[in-house]
């Protein structure tokens, strides 16, 4: 929040009980809501309590309004260990691999490989917010750690779309 004095002094979560209704039917789900920080929600309950997530989505974050240019990107990181299976995303990217080595080294994590596949079988989003949103398959792989060296080609193929 660009205004701490504003801030809840205390993280407040719902679970939401999501119905989406269309031409193509209805869809009802739950939906976890959060008046937190990002990148706080991600260490303190994510990765703290090794909460699995089935979607990720990272579209216009705003990351400017507070002048700390800290973004949740630094998720992608975290995506193995999430057990993440799709991801929604736009092209901005701006990780910062010290807080992922500060939350890495704080929950014992050694972030996991993945790759990132296009998912063909669904419709990519060609305007959310201004942006255009590219879905992706995030396929995890059998090796067990996620090198320097495969997470920058991931971060430059997220940058590429």
């Known amino acids: 929040m660009d205004f701490p004095e504003q801030a809840n002094s205390t993280p407040k979560i719902y679970l939401l009980d ?6 193509f039917g209805v869809i ?17 309950i994510l990765l703290k309590y090794k909460i699995n997530l ?17 973004s949740i990107s630094l998720a992608y990181a975290f995506l193995g260990e999430l057990q993440v299976k799709y991801l929604l995303i736009d092209n901005e990217e701006h990780t910062d691999r010290e807080i992922i080595n500060t939350i890495s080294q704080k929950h014992n994590i050694n972030p996991k490989k993945y790759e990132l596949k296009n998912a063909s079988q669904r419709r990519n989003i060609s305007s959310w917010s201004g942006l255009s949103v590219k879905v992706l398959d995030v396929i995890l792989s059998s090796e067990d750690k996620l090198s320097n060296e495969d997470f920058e080609k991931i971060l430059i193929k997220i940058k590429s779309y």
């Open 18 to 23: 999501l119905i989406v209704e269309s031409g």
């Open 28 to 44: 009802r789900k739950p939906v976890v809501y959060f008046f937190m920080e990002n990148i706080n929600f991600l260490d303190e």
């Open 54 to 70: 089935s979607h990720f989505i990272k579209v216009r974050e705003g990351c400017a309004w507070g002048g700390n240019r800290k």
